[in-house]
């Protein structure tokens, strides 16, 4: 079981637990009421998100889940086990077991609207309705997709492998855009405008397509100093900040950007940057590193760090409640921490 250690020196932090393993993925009920905690040891706990009290533990999968999902459209988990699974967001029940078509699901994402859920394992995405019955399947990628994420209307979503990026749109069969690269993809990020999508690489570049795709339009940004898994998009598709380094580097995607144009340069951390997330209405950007340090920043405005912390062991997973005021924070040793936001 998890053990709430509560936070009384600082009164912006909410209170932290140690788990009982690595944490592998966090997620907010959609009220922001509970928070979920996946771990590596294959149990997934449900805590009160106030006070972090315990609510539930799920048995998950039995080789350990990968992620965690929590949408209007249901709470649902993922893992080694080659399966999804549907949970009753009210009683945690477990509901539907679904295949994912290989033996280790890597990817899972609710669309924005919760209508649908993308899963990927191997080399096959799959896209589900809410309820889990099957609506689409794709799986000719060429190699084991590392990457997906949606449109913010919910109605294409995209995968990213060795070679490039393919959009599907829900209910057609062959994807309406093909995004090449050739190198593979490690990450992948749709503006929230829906004009481009980033991706980031094995080869330690960032990739750029504005959409509808033309040839010759493609932008790839290099000087990093490992390869890049670490997007994130701000809330009006101005900036994109990226890892692949100690350093966080935000492109100023505004106007004709990024081309031509010197990237911001977020220096604080001492270990390479392993998670990064901007707030859904906010302006502030959180990162953290593999030796624990967290950091909000608001880049555009300041160089510097809002506010840092740390927590025990390298973040290994980063999530902004919907409202924007309070984060959450995951590590490798076990600890969550939920720190208090002003907007």
């Given at each position: 079981m998890?053990?709430?250690?509560?936070?009384?020196?600082?009164?912006?932090?909410?209170?932290?637990?140690?788990a009982?393993?690595?944490v592998?993925?966090?997620?907010?009920?959609?009220?922001?009421?509970?928070l979920?905690v996946?771990?590596?040891?294959?149990?997934?706990?449900?805590?009160?998100?106030?006070?972090?009290?315990?609510?539930?533990?799920?048995p998950?999968h039995?080789?350990?889940?990968?992620?965690?999902?929590?949408?209007?459209?249901?709470?649902?988990?993922?893992g080694?086990?080659g399966?999804?699974?549907?949970?009753?967001?009210?009683?945690?029940?477990?509901?539907?077991?679904?295949?994912?078509?290989?033996?280790?699901?890597d990817?899972?994402?609710?669309?924005?609207?919760?209508?649908?859920?993308?899963?990927?394992a191997?080399?096959?995405?799959?896209i589900?309705?809410?309820s889990?019955?099957?609506?689409?399947?794709?799986?000719?990628?060429?190699s084991?997709?590392a990457?997906?994420?949606?449109?913010?209307?919910?109605k294409?979503?995209?995968?990213?492998?060795?070679?490039?990026?393919?959009?599907?749109?829900?209910?057609?069969?062959e994807?309406?855009?093909?995004?090449?690269?050739?190198?593979?993809?490690?990450?992948?990020?749709?503006?929230?405008?829906?004009?481009?999508?980033?991706?980031?690489s094995?080869?330690?570049?960032?990739?750029?397509?504005?959409?509808?795709?033309?040839?010759?339009?493609?932008?790839?940004?290099s000087?990093?100093?490992?390869k890049?898994?670490?997007?994130?998009?701000?809330?009006?598709?101005?900036?994109l900040?990226?890892?692949?380094?100690?350093?966080?580097?935000?492109?100023?995607?505004?106007?004709?950007g990024?081309?031509?144009?010197r990237?911001l340069?977020?220096?604080?951390?001492?270990?390479?940057?392993?998670?990064?997330?901007?707030?859904?209405?906010g302006?502030?950007?959180?990162?953290?590193?593999?030796?624990?340090?967290?950091m909000?920043?608001?880049?555009?405005k300041?160089s510097?760090?809002v506010?840092e912390g740390?927590?025990?062991?390298?973040?290994?997973?980063?999530?902004w409640?919907?409202?924007?005021?309070?984060?959450?924070?995951?590590?490798?040793?076990?600890?969550v921490?939920?720190w208090?936001?002003?907007?």
């Amino acid at each position: 079981m998890s053990r709430v250690v509560p936070r009384t020196i600082d009164p912006r932090s909410r209170w932290s637990l140690v788990a009982n393993d690595h944490v592998s993925s966090l997620a907010w009920s959609p009220d922001d009421k509970h928070l979920a905690v996946a771990t590596s040891a294959g149990t997934i706990f449900v805590h009160d998100a106030a006070t972090g009290a315990g609510i539930a533990e799920l048995p998950g999968h039995a080789s350990g889940p990968t992620q965690v999902r929590w949408s209007t459209g249901g709470l649902a988990t993922c893992g080694q086990d080659g399966r999804v699974r549907l949970w009753d967001a009210t009683t945690y029940e477990p509901g539907a077991m679904l295949d994912a078509g290989a033996n280790w699901v890597d990817h899972l994402a609710w669309s924005p609207d919760g209508a649908f859920l993308a899963s990927a394992a191997g080399r096959v995405l799959r896209i589900w309705n809410a309820s889990g019955e099957l609506r689409a399947e794709h799986a000719d990628f060429p190699s084991t997709i590392a990457a997906i994420c949606w449109r913010p209307d919910g109605k294409a979503v995209g995968a990213g492998c060795y070679g490039g990026v393919r959009l599907f749109r829900i209910g057609e069969d062959e994807p309406y855009q093909d995004l090449a690269w050739k190198g593979s993809i490690l990450s992948l990020a749709w503006s929230p405008s829906a004009r481009y999508v980033a991706a980031g690489s094995q080869e330690a570049t960032v990739n750029f397509w504005r959409l509808p795709f033309r040839d010759g339009e493609q932008l790839h940004m290099s000087g990093y100093a490992t390869k890049i898994r670490e997007l994130a998009w701000d809330k009006d598709s101005w900036f994109l900040a990226t890892g692949g380094g100690e350093i966080v580097t935000v492109w100023n995607v505004s106007g004709k950007g990024p081309a031509g144009t010197r990237p911001l340069q977020l220096e604080g951390h001492l270990r390479n940057v392993t998670h990064l997330l901007y707030q859904s209405r906010g302006s502030f950007l959180a990162s953290g590193d593999g030796e624990g340090r967290a950091m909000l920043w608001q880049p555009g405005k300041s160089s510097q760090p809002v506010r840092e912390g740390g927590i025990e062991g390298a973040v290994s997973s980063v999530v902004w409640s919907h409202d924007d005021h309070a984060i959450a924070w995951g590590s490798a040793a076990g600890e969550v921490a939920v720190w208090n936001v002003s907007r």
